[in-house]
C-alpha cells in the first residue's frame, strides 16, 4: 500500500486522505476542496480555525489566526506550521482559540490564546507558535510521554501513555481540585488515575473520558470513605428493625467552580442539605424541590414540580449496578454477580461515589414518597454497597430481616434479569423509554401498580430506597459467607433465573492490547447547565463521575460539541445529551439531560461521529458500500461569501433539523472515512478507490459492523426472551436447558469477539486503512476456535432436539407467524418450521465465516501475487474457507444425526443420545450381520463418532430391541477376514472383551463399513471431528494406540479400568490398571498382562493403609526382583517367584522403636524362609545363622548373643534341640545335648576356663542353675597330650561355607541364562549380560538422578567386551582383570549384581551382634568361599582363563614394562618366568575393600590380648632415642646412620646423629611401613613389606658405598627397629589377616620370606624383656 501512497503525491494530492469542507446542510452546498501536497491523516477545528496533520507528520493551521499577529483579517489558507519542522507529529488538536500537537516521542506542543492558561505556558496572554510544554511526574524531572490531546475553550486535556488524565487551563472542566485558576502547569487529574483511559474529549467547557471498565484484575485503590474536600462522611447507616440502610447521599458543597464568575447554582452553597435532582448513579424518582435557578433553561421549567426522568434502562439493559461500572456479568449460568464482580464494584464504589450529586452531611431525611428505585436497586449494588460500608456488622444484622416475608412481598412471579447490554430496533426503545417516565413522573401513584410494570422489567425493591440509599435486602444464595445457614435455609430456593450473556472483559481471549475493548464506561466533568454532563441534572462536576446510563451500551468513541455530548457505540448507535436548542442532538426528546438514542432510519449503523458548536455529524453505512454523512442541527446561511448567522433563527422552525438529515452530496466525496465538526464548520476525509482496495476495506468493515447487529439483535430479541421464559425447562428438560445455555454463552463470546473486531476494523478505516494492522490475520486462531466451539454447540443442541423443543416456547413469544424469527435468520421461504427457522437463525454466523474468506480474497486481489501482504491474505482466505468446509459438514452430520434419533425406536434413544455423538453409518438395511447369528435374532449396528452399537433382539418381539452393547472405538480394532471360497464379505472387529466376525451383505458394503470405522477409529484417537480432507485418509489407524478402558466381564479385571498403550484389544506397553477396591497397577504390559517393571498398590482394609510393591512381573504375577512394603510395616526386598517370595531376600520387620524389630536374609522358598538365612533379632539381641525350613530354624546354624554367648549346634523345630556346643565370653565351654533354647538336657561336658571339666548328665538353663550328675576332673599339670584335646574344635556343627547363599549365585548364573551353575552357552550369557546393561539403563536415564557422574562411565566402559576366544596372554589377562573390576563396580551388571548381594549378607552377618571373636575362621571361609564361586562365573564367561593355580606364559622382551606395570598389585615373584592364575589375585581387589571393615573387626577381637602385649611393649621402647634402642636391639654398628639429611641448612649438607636423636634413622623405611594400614589386600600389604625392605637396602647401601647382601643375622635386628618405630597398633591383626588371605603360590617366594620376617619381629616384640 505504500508504493500506491508514494505514486500518488505528484498528481493532485494523490488518491488517500482528501478533504473536503463546507457548512450547513442545504441542498445547494457544495463542499470545497483542500488542496494539499501530501495525504491529509488527521483534522481537528477550532472556533474559526483548522489544525491539518499530514502525512510526514508536518502540521497545517488554516482559517482566522489572530495570534500569528499578521495584520491581515482575512481567513488564511492552510499553511505550514514551521516551528514544528524536524518533529515528526503524530496527533493534533484544536480549542476554540488555541491548538495543540503531539510528537512521535510524546512531547505536547501548543500555540493560541493562553489567557485562562489553555496553553500551560506561564505569562504569556498568546502564544503565536508551537511551543513544548512540559508535563512532569510530580516531585519527580520524569518527562510524562502522550499520546493524544483534547482542547476546549479555557482548558486542555492530555491522554498519557500510562492512560492517565493530565489537564491545564481554567475552570471546573479540569477535574483538578484547584483553589486558584488558572493552572499553567499541567496535572495529573487525581481522580481518573489507576483507570485506564481511552479516550478524552473537550467541551466549550466541559470535559468527557472514555475508561475501559476495570476488568477482575483492576488495579485496588484503598477504599475512600470520606470525601477529599468537605471531609464528610460518603456513607452512612441507619439501623431499622427489619433491615439496614444506608446512605452514599453525600452531596459534596464543592462540587461546583471554584474562583470565577459565581455559577447559575450558586445558591446550593448555601443550602447543602436540601435534597437536589438525583444522578443517575441511584436513578431513583424524589419529587425534588428544585432551587430554583437565576437562568432558567427553557427545558426546567417543565421539570420543576415533577421528577427528572432520568434514562431509565431499557428491557435490553443489564442489570445496572449504581455503582459497578464493571460489573458486566461474565457468562456464567448464576444469575447473580460473582464474587469478582462484588469486589471490583467497592473499589468502584469507593472511587466513583465521592463527587456523585448526592445529599450533604448525609442528612437522612423522611422519605417524602414511598418511590420506586429502578434499575440502581440492583442485587449485587446492594449487597456490595452495604458490604463495603459496614463490612462484617452488616452480616449480624441479617439475622434479623425476615426474608421469606419480603420475597413473598415482591417476588410473585417476578425474574431477574443479567442480560448484557444489546440493543432494539433504536425506535421501538424510544417509544418504550417515554411510556415508562410518563408513569415514572407520577410518583405518588399506587407502588402496585408501578410494581407491574417494573417487576416485569427488573427486579426492585419497593418502598425501602430513597435517594442515594440503598436498604439492603438480600435475595441470593451467592452470598452466603455474609448470611447465616439458618437464614439460608428459611430464605428457601428463589425462583428468579437469569443467564448472563455479556462476556465479562475477556470472554474471548481478549488480550487487553490487541483486541478494543467493548466493557467500557463514560465520565464527564466541568459545567454542566445545558446538561452536557449527561447525569440528570445541570449541576457542575468538579471531579469526573461515571455516567451510569451509558455503562454496558459498549460505547467505543465520545465527542464533545461546544454544549453537547455523543457517544458511538459498538452497535453503531449514538447516544447524544447537553444543549438541544439547534437540534443537535439528533433527537427532540426531553430532557436532553441523559444520553437518549439519535433518531436515525432502520439499518443506519453509525460509526464515525463528531459534534461541532451547534451540529453534529454522523458517518454511517448505508445500503452500498461507500459511506453516508448525515448531519443535524443549525443551518448555517451564507450571504453573499460572507458568513452572517442570523441569531432569531433559533426561534423560527427550520433554522435547524428535528432530526439527522441525509447531505446529498456525500456520495460524491468517494470512500469517506472520518467526519469532523467544530465551530460552524465540518469537514469530511475520503479516499479514492484505487484498486479496490479501499473499498474492499469499507466493505470488510461495513459487514463486521452489520453482522454484529444482527447478533446483538438475536441476543436481545430471540435468545433473551427464551431463557427468559418460565416454562422453558419443563420444555425442553434439563439436559437441553444446559445445552442451551451453553450455546447462549457461545454465542454471547462470538457476538463479543464480532463486536470488538468491527470495532478495530472500524478504527483502522479511521486511521491506518492499511491490511497489517487486521487483526483476523494475525489472530486468526481466536476467530477459527470461537467458531468452531459455537458452531459445535449448535449442532450437540440440534442433535438433542433442542430446536424441535423450542417450537411451544416460541409461539409463546413470537406467535403463530414469526415474521421476527423469518426476518432475523433471512429465510425467505413461506410457512418454514419454528424450529427450522431457529436452525437456519443459529446457523447463521456459520456464512458469515464464508464471507471473511470472499472479502480477504477480494482484499487480496489488490496486490502483487508475490508480496507478503497477499500471502497473509491468501492463507487467512484459506483458513476461513476450509473451516466453513468443516462447518458445513459438521451441520449436515447434525441434521443426519438429529433426523436418525426422530426415527429410531425403543428405548435406546435416552441412554445414546449423547449431545456429542454423530452418526456416520448404520445397518438398517440389514448390510451388515453377526456370523452364525440364531434364526430370529435380529443385529443393528450403528456407528457413531464415538463408539459402535451393536444392538441385538428376537424377531417377533414387540420392543424389537431388548439388549445394545456400546464398543468405544479408542479400543476397536477392525480388519477384514480374508475372502474364501464360501463367499463371505467378513470383517473381524475386535475389542478388549469380545472378538465378533461380521458379515456384510455384499464386497461394497463390506467395504464401506471398513473405511468407516477405519476412520471414525481414527478420529476419535486423534481427537478431532473430520479433518477438512474428509473422506481423504485412507490410512488405517494404529494398532498400538493409547486409549482408556473399563473391563466389565467377570474375572480378574471385573471393573478395573485400564488407561495406558494397547496392542490390538490387549494392554499392551506403559499403562495403569485400577480396580474399584483401590489396587492399582501402574507399569509395563504385554499381551494383557502385567509384564515388565511396574508398581502396584493393594489397600489393607484392616490397617487402612496400603500393601506397595515395586519390581518386576511376568505374565501377570510377580517374578524377578522386588521391592514389597506391607501395610504392616514390614518390608521385603528381593526375589520373587510366581507372585511369592522366592530366591534370595530380606525380610525386615518394624522399625527400630516397635515391638518386635528384626531382620531376616536368606533364601525363601515358595513364600517361606527355606534354605540358609541369618536373622537378626535386635530386640533379644540375638542373631542366627543357619538353616530353615517353612519359616523355622531347622538343621545346622550358630547363633551369638550381644553378651558374648555362642553356640554352633543342631536345631529343630524353630529351637536348639540335639548336639551343640556353648561358650560363654570367658571361654567356659559345654559340649553336649540340647532340649530348647539355652537349655542344657543330656549327657554333655563342661570345661572351666582354666581347663577343668565336668562330665555327665546336665539340665536347666544357662545362667540360671544347672543341675548335674557326673564327674569333676581336674587335669594332671604334666598331662599335656590330654589338654590339647580338650580345646573344643568349632565350626564342625555351622553351615559349611559353600553351602551359604546359594540362591543369590543360583540367581546370578540364571541371569547369564544358564539352568545350574556352569551349565549353558557362555556367548548366550553374553548375550542376556548386554540385555540386562541397556534395559536397565533405559529405566536408570527416565530418572537420571540415581546415576552419578562416576557411574555412567563405567557403564560406557563396559559396553566393549573383552575378547573371550582366543587362548590367554598376560595382556588379555589384564583387559579381563579391568573389565571385571568395572563390572562388579555397578549393580546394573549380574556380577555387580552378585557383589553387592554378597557384601550385603556378609555385613548383615558380621556386624553387630555378629562381631563375635568365634566367628572369624567361618568369615574367613565365606570369603575364601565367595572368591572361589565367582572365579568359577569368571572362567565360565571367559573359558580360555586357566583354572586356579595355572600358568600364563610371559613374553620374556616385555617383562621389564610388565614389571612396573603391575608393581601395584599382585606380582608374584616366582622364578618361573609367566603369571599365575589365582582367583584371589583376580578377585580380592574387588570383594575385600568391600568387606574389610568387618573381617578387620572380627581379627581385631580374636587378637585382642596379644596385641595389647605387643602394643604396651612398643610404647615403651619407643621412650629409648635411636642410638640406644639400635644398640639394644644388637644392630651392627656398621649400620648406624653416622649423619642425617638435615632439612634446615643448605640442602645436601648432613647433620651427625647423636645420643639424643629420635626417630631420624630409617625414616624412610618406618614411613612406607605404616601404610600397611590403609591397604586392604593381603597382595598390597606384602607389596608394602617388600618396598620397606627396599627402602632399609637402599640407605644401607648408601651408608657403605657398595653393593651390599645380607644375611639374616644382620637384617633382622634392623627390619625389628623400623617395625618398632612404625608404631602399627593392630600388627598382629594384620599378620593374621595376610597369612589366611594369602595367594598360596607367593608363600615360598621372595614375599613369603618378607612376611616371615614381619610375623618374626611381631613375635619377638611381645616377649621382648627390657633389661
Known sequence: MEAQGKSSEDEDGGERGLLHSWRGYSYSVVPERLLLPRPVLQVALGAQHGVLLVEGGQVYTFGELPWKQTQSSQ??????????????????????????????????????????????????????????????????????????????????????????????????????????????????????????????????????????????????????????????????????????????????????????????????????????????????????????????????????????????????????????????????????????????????????????????????????????????SALNSLVASCASAVGERVASTYEALSLKRMMNFYLPSSRLEALGGAADGGAERVRREESVQAKKSSSTGDIHEEEAEGLRRRLSLPGLLSQGRYAVHLLSSSYGPLLSPRLLRKMGRSRTRAFALTPMGGGVPEDQEVFPTLQTEVWSWGHGEHGELGHGDNLDRLQPLCIKSLNKKEVIRVSAGAHHSIALTAQSQVYSWGSNLSGQLGHMDTPSTVPRLAKLSEGIRVWDASAGERHTLLLADGDCIQPIIYYSGQQVKEAGGEEEEVEEEDERPGGYTQQPVLLPFCMNLGFVSGVVAGGRRCVALSDRNVMGFISSLHELASAERKFYCKLCDVKSQVLRPLLELESLSSALGPAATELLQTLAGRFSLLSHLTGQHAASLTANLRRGRDVSSLLMLEHASIFLDVYNNYCSTVGNFFVMGGFHALTKPSLDIFGKSPELLQRLSECSEENTATSDLLVALFYLPTQHLHEYGRLLLKLATCFEVSSGDYQKLQESCSKFEALTLQLKRKRKEAEYTFHFWKSFPGKMTDSLRKPHRRLIYESSNKSLSVQNAGRFSVNWFILFNDSLVHAQGVAPCKNLFSTHHIFALATLWVEPTPEDESGLHGLKVVTPEETLTLLASSSAEKTKWLRAINQAVDQALSGVGQDAGGSTSKSDPPISRTASYTFYKDGRLKDATYEGRWLTGKPHGRGILKWPDRRIYTGSFKSGLEDGFGEFACPNKALSKDDLYQGYWKEGKMHGLGTYRYASGEVYDGSFQDGMRHGHGMLRSGKHNTSSPSVFIGQWLQDKKTGYGVFDDITKGEKYMGMWQDHQRQGTGVVVTQFGLYYEGAFKDNKMMGTGILLSEDDTTYEGEFSDDWTLSGKGVLTMPNGDYLEGSFSGEWGSGLKVTGSYFKPNLFDAEKDKNRAVKLGRLSVRAEEKWQAVFEECWSQLGCEAPGQGEHLKAWENIAVALTSRRQQIQDSPEILSRSHSKTLEGLEVIPQHEEPITIERYHSVRMYLLKACDTPLHPLGRLVETLVAVYRMTYVGVGANRRLLPQAVNEIKSYLFRIFQIVRFLFPDLPEEGGLIPEPTENLPDENQETSADTRSESPKPGRVVSSSALLLPVLLPRLYPPLFTLYALEKEKEDDMYWECVLRLNKQPDLALLAFLGVQQKFWPVSIPNSLPAPGEKQPVISSTKDACFASAVETLQQISTTFTPSDKLQVIQLTFEEITQEVQSLLKQDFLWSMDELFPVFLYVVLRARIRNLGSEVSLIEDLMDPCVQHGEHGIMFTTLKACYYQIQHEKVT
Request: charged share 20%.
Open 75 to 376: 481567513p488564511t489558507k492552510p499553511t505550514l506550521e514551521n516551528a514544528l519542522s524536524g518533529q515528526r507529529v503524530v496527533a493534533v488538536a484544536a480549542g476554540s482559540f488555541h491548538s495543540g500537537a503531539v510528537t512521535e516521542d510524546g512531547t505536547v506542543h501548543m500555540w493560541g490564546d493562553n489567557a485562562a492558561g489553555q496553553c500551560g505556558l506561564s505569562g504569556l496572554s498568546c502564544v503565536p507558535n508551537p511551543t513544548p510544554v512540559a508535563l512532569l511526574e510530580p516531585g519527580g524531572a520524569q518527562s510524562v510521554p502522550i499520546l493524544e490531546l483534547a482542547c476546549g475553550e479555557k482548558h486542555s486535556l492530555a491522554l498519557s501513555a500510562q492512560r492517565e488524565v493530565w489537564a491545564w487551563g481554567s475552570g471546573c472542566q479540569l477535574g483538578l481540585k484547584a483553589a486558584v485558576f488558572p493552572v499553567w502547569k499541567p496535572q495529573k487529574v487525581e481522580q481518573l488515575a489507576g483507570r485506564w483511559v481511552l479516550q478524552v474529549a473537550c467541551g466549550a467547557s466541559h470535559s468527557l473520558a472514555l475508561v475501559r471498565c476495570v476488568g477482575p484484575d483492576g488495579i485496588q485503590r484503598p477504599p475512600v470513605d470520606k470525601c477529599n474536600q468537605c471531609n464528610q462522611l460518603l456513607y452512612t447507616m441507619t439501623d431499622k428493625e427489619d433491615h439496614v440502610i444506608i446512605s452514599d447521599g453525600h452531596y459534596c458543597p464543592m462540587g461546583v467552580e471554584a474562583k470565577e464568575d459565581p455559577p447559575p447554582t450558586q445558591t446550593l452553597k448555601t443550602s447543602p442539605s436540601e435534597p437536589i435532582l438525583p444522578s443517575h448513579s441511584s436513578s431513583t424518582s424524589t419529587p425534588a424541590a428544585r432551587t430554583p435557578d437565576p437562568t432558567p433553561d427553557p427545558e426546567d421549567s417543565q421539570k420543576a414540580g415533577t421528577t427528572t426522568a432520568a434514562h431509565l434502562p431499557s428491557d435490553s439493559d443489564p442489570l445496572p449496578s449504581p455503582k459497578a461500572a464493571a460489573s458486566t456479568s461474565s457468562a456464567k449460568s448464576s444469575p447473580y454477580p460473582g464474587e469478582q464482580e462484588v469486589k471490583e464494584y467497592l473499589r468502584k464504589l469507593s472511587d466513583a461515589s465521592q463527587t456523585e450529586a448526592k445529599m450533604a452531611n448525609g442528612g437522612l431525611h423522611t422519605l417524602q414518597t414511598p418511590s420506586l428505585g429502578r434499575g440502581s
